[in-house]
T-cell receptor
Framework: ETGVTQTPRHLVMGMTNKKSLKCEQH?????MYWYKQSAKKPLELMFV???????ENNSVPSRFSPECPNSSHLFLHLHTLQPEDSALYLC??????????????FGPGTRLLVL | GNSVTQMEGPVTLSEEAFLTINCTYT??????LFWYVQYPGEGLQLLLK?????DKGSNKGFEATYRKETTSFHLEKGSVQVSDSAVYFC??????????FGGGTRVLVKP
């Protein structure tokens, strides 16, 4: 596997379910990100992890819970979601050097549908 | 705060036509600028980038020049193909980790 992978690619869940999205990067990067892409809305940054510590949380509801066990893996745990949470969830990674020029590389996304 | 404004799509054009997608930005400091492309059913792929004023990013026949005086980073391609049909996102990255995206421009190239 190369680049950034995400599983599952598609997920349908009920509002009472608990599920997790997984992201894995094979690029040796030290920063990982979760984004939400909804129809007709700009990409929204949800969480940023740098060196396995959460450095940004953009007012995301607590029903979304991220976890970064090591620099290669990032999870997004989902529970009691709402239908408006249906979206494409994108993971990205970068090599954070503190210079502000690092390129973020994206995975293919998980298409989530909440019924 | 930082922001990116792109022309709204969809942009529909014929194969071999010239493509321009306008992008302007507002940012403090000296951001890096990016164009990402999203093909149907896929995630975002980096298309090109520029890290300082007057830099030109290029890839796959696409070009964009970092214009600080007009705070713009317009994307151009001289002769598009059907396979260029996608959504194009302009983005900026200032100090820190945050990448600020424009709303995306859908491009449809017809044979």
């Amino acid at each position: 596997e190369t680049g950034v992978t995400q599983t599952p690619r598609h997920l349908v869940m009920g509002m009472t379910n608990k599920k997790s999205l997984k992201c894995e990067q094979h690029l040796g990067h030290n920063a990982m990100y979760w984004y939400k892409q909804s129809a007709k809305k700009p990409l929204e940054l949800m969480f940023v992890y740098s060196l396995e510590e959460r450095v940004e949380n953009n007012s995301v509801p607590s029903r979304f819970s991220p976890e970064c066990p090591n620099s290669s893996h990032l999870f997004l745990h989902l529970h009691t979601l709402q239908p408006e949470d249906s979206a494409l969830y994108l993971c990205a990674s970068s090599q954070d050097t503190g210079q502000g020029q690092e390129t973020q590389y994206f995975g293919p996304g998980t298409r989530l549908l909440v019924l | 705060g930082n922001s990116v404004t792109q022309m709204e799509g969809p942009v529909t054009l014929s194969e071999e036509a010239f493509l321009t997608i306008n992008c302007t930005y507002t940012a403090t400091g000296y951001p890096s600028l990016f164009w990402y492309v999203q093909y149907p059913g896929e995630g975002l792929q980096l298309l090109l980038k520029a890290t300082k004023a007057d830099d030109k990013g290029s890839n796959k026949g696409f070009e964009a020049t970092y214009r600080k005086e007009t705070t713009s980073f317009h994307l151009e391609k001289g002769s598009v193909q059907v396979s260029d049909s996608a959504v194009y996102f302009c983005a900026l990255k200032a100090a820190g980790n945050k990448l600020t995206f424009g709303g995306g421009t859908r491009v449809l190239v017809k044979p």
